[in-house]
Each structure stands twice: as structure tokens, then as C-alpha cells.
């Protein structure tokens, strides 16, 4: 059962290339220093791009705060020829994602 975030929590906020773009990737973090939801922004404001984007955040984070694991994500993802690059932006996130999964836990 999802479980409502506290207004303040902790959060980072990393840079992200992908196919030439930069993103800004927030994650944010329950008390326990597990990841709960994720964030982006691209470069064009008001976009179908930024759309997609905040519709994939939501669905990424429903997923996390309903006990999917973080470092599992990427398996499911598409690569891309023999190098194994990302098939898409979201592909790349979910690595970021999974890189990030914890922090230390938020002191009480």
C-alpha cells in the first residue's frame, strides 16, 4: 500500500546526456534512505517531451512506492546494438535510478 511522502524529505538532484540532451534527474528518499520517486526535466519547457517525461516519473515512482526494486529496473530496459547503449532517455533514468537506489538513512 502506498503510504504518503513527508512534505520534507531528503532529495538529489543529478545531471543526465542522453543522445545529446541534458536532463536534470531528482530522486527523493523516504527516511530509511530508500529511493520513492523520481523527477525530470528536459530542455524544452512545456513539450510533448516534458509531458512524457513527467507521465514516466509518476509511473517510475508508483512503481518504487509500491516496492518495486530500484536495481532490478534496468534489466527490464531495451539496449541498443552491441555496446548495450540505453534505447531511449527513460532506459538511461532508470539507470540512474538503480546507481542511487540508497543513501544513508536520514537521522531521527
Not at 79 to 86: A, D, H, Y
Request: proline share 5%.
Amino acid at each position: 500500500m502506498r503510504r504518503r511522502l513527508p512534505d520534507r524529505r531528503r532529495s538529489i538532484s543529478l545531471d543526465l546526456e542522453y543522445d545529446g540532451t541534458q536532463y536534470n534527474i531528482g530522486l527523493g528518499y523516504d527516511a530509511a534512505g530508500r529511493i520513492h520517486e523520481i523527477f525530470a526535466r528536459g530542455p524544452k519547457t512545456g513539450s510533448t517531451m516534458e509531458g512524457l517525461l513527467d507521465d514516466i516519473c509518476i509511473t517510475l515512482s508508483l512503481g518504487l512506492q509500491h516496492g518495486v526494486d530500484p536495481v532490478a529496473l534496468p534489466k527490464s530496459m531495451g539496449r541498443l546494438g552491441r555496446e548495450g547503449q540505453r534505447a531511449s532517455v527513460v532506459g538511461a533514468m532508470v539507470d540512474l535510478v538503480a546507481s542511487n537506489a540508497e543513501i544513508q538513512a536520514v537521522p531521527r
